[in-house]
């Protein structure tokens, strides 16, 4: 039971301590409606709207006015994570739709052009519509992955969409329209049968896009029905989100802020652990007011936040920028959670950083540190076989190799297993290595 000093501690901090804002967002029609563009010359505003007609835009007023640094630009970190730039398309690519564009071709063919060049950007990486789709009485459950034997992740329909998009997002193929590189569950009654033939299954992840621009409502009527006893195999809940960087107000100023704390509290009263799997790319998206706030709302309800991201050029590839965001974290009671290298898909050659430079980077940053932050484990690859950990470069026998261990597989027994690849200082991607010691495969190929 709270004593009466913490309860009125807590009262203060989740009070409205900030006026209403309304929620106003761009996206790629309305680029030319930013004024802040127009320090930018006309050929920087044209690459814009070429990249924007591939990968998903989509920018709100707050991240504008709060987050950027407009004397910066284009250099800015949050300026990078949120506009498109030139070098997110690959030159050849970037050619024939700035060539459309200049031409004005008909609505069908610049269309079909967008959609081969999106294809050839690996929509869908680590196999997610191939081989994390579960069935369930013979056919597929939409809406739902289930890739590692504890953990379900479940993609409502309302909730496939983000207060704004970042440029690296390896979902970029959740919001470009096209129904066929979209996952998305229309209800939840499907999850729900799906955890009753599935009694292993102990955490739910609900994702998207970001299940928090769904209104309180409509959320609770996902997960409601998992705090019924028939579901007590599902001890943890998590929901992954941008909001507490791209739209704080939902959790301290929003019509249905206070209702949505409440749904919080409800989930733990349940017994169920509530774990906010917050993304961060850069300390800056925890400077402004109202997003401490919105931190200390949260934390008031009992909720635990962890804390993700990737390692990206132009944003983040500098040790001092990670140290400062994890330190950051912990002040405000955040856990430190994940350092990811970039996925193979959309921009990634934009964003990509060498493998072994991303372990020169985490362990450089995990050395200016005290251990209570280092709780962020990586640099970590989410692979088609499981999420493959950097544990560092060593020589082994006269031969330089890559220490890696894998955190989490398809199969639970590869779970922990450390394996070795060839020394590689250009490969980015797991599928770039080659294993070590003369092997002709490594582990996980061979089973």
Known sequence: MKTLDSAVAI???????????????????????????RQLSEQQRFDMRVVASVLPFRVNQYVIDQLIDWSAVPEDPI????????????PEHFERVARALREEWPAAEFNALVA????????????????????????????IQHKYRE??????????????????????????GDKDLRIAARESS?????LRAHPQVTDVLITGGDPLVMKTRNLRACIEPLLAPEFDHVRTIRIGTKALTFWPQRFVTDEDADDLLALFEEIQAAGK?????????????????IARQAIARLRATGAQIRAQGPLLAHINDDPGVWARLWQTQVELGIIPYYMFVERDTGARHYFEVPLVRAWEIYREAIQRVSGIARTARGPSMSSDPGKVEIQGVTEI???????????????????????????????????????????????????
């Open 273 to 289: 652990h509530l774990a906010i799997m917050a993304h961060y790319n850069h300390w800056r998206e925890l400077e402004p007011t």
């Open 79 to 90: 300026f990078q994570l949120t506009f498109p730039q030139r070098g997110m398309l690959a």
């Open 116 to 143: 081969e060049v999106r294809h050839a950007l690996n929509p869908h990486p680590a196999g997610q519509l191939e081989h994390n789709i579960p069935q369930l009485d013979g056919e597929r459950v939409e809406g």
């Open 151 to 176: 953990t379900v992740l479940f993609f409502p329909s309302s909730g496939q969409v983000c207060h704004s998009y970042c440029t690296f997002c390896f979902r970029w193929a959740q919001f470009v």
């Open 190 to 194: 499907r999850l729900c049968d799906y």
């Open 397 to 447: 026998n006269g031969e330089k190799v890559l220490a890696l261990r894998m955190i989490q597989g398809r199969d639970a027994d590869w779970v922990q297993r450390p394996f070795f690849a060839r020394y590689d200082e250009q490969a980015t991607w797991l599928n770039h290595l080659k294993p070590a010691f003369g092997e002709e495969r490594f582990f996980y190929e061979e089973e």
């Open 11 to 37: 009262h203060e901090i989740t009070q409205h301590t900030a006026t209403p804002e309304r929620f106003r967002v761009y996206t790629a029609r309305q680029l030319d409606q930013i004024p802040q563009l």
